[in-house]
């Protein structure tokens, strides 16, 4: 079993930034991608970034060159820095892992970008 919590959102004004932190812990090593995915209010969950296990890193179009998920293989800690975030970032953020014969989620954390 692989535990997720996620931490470090909130409310941020159009341009700012804010970084999300998702700890692992249990049985790690059987992880073999991670990422982030998001959920706006009455819409589908969707991939926001992620990473696999050989560093492969890929990102949706919507956040490239805002976004950045970064990981400390050492603290099993996943990490997505969030710039000049937009109103349309406004969702519940999520962390994922895929491990083997599983995978598991976090609880969310609110992400709210308004003036």
């Known amino acids: 079993q692989v535990q997720v919590v996620e931490s470090g959102g909130g409310l941020v004004q159009p341009g700012g930034s804010l970084k999300l932190s998702c700890a692992f812990s249990?049985?790690?090593?059987?992880?073999?991608?991670m990422g982030w995915y998001r959920q706006p209010p009455g819409q589908q969950r969707l991939l926001v970034a992620d990473?696999?296990?050989?560093?492969?890193?890929s990102y949706a179009d919507s956040v490239k060159g805002r976004f950045t998920i970064s990981r400390d293989k050492d603290k099993n800690t996943m990490f997505l820095q969030m710039n000049n975030l937009k109103p349309e970032d406004t969702a519940v953020y999520y962390c994922?892992?895929?491990?083997?014969?599983?995978?598991?989620w976090g609880q969310g954390t609110q992400v709210t970008v308004s003036s």
């Open positions: 990473i696999n296990s050989s560093d492969y890193i």
């Open positions: 249990g049985t790690t090593f059987s992880i073999y991608r």
């Open positions: 994922h892992a895929d491990a083997i014969h599983s995978q598991y």
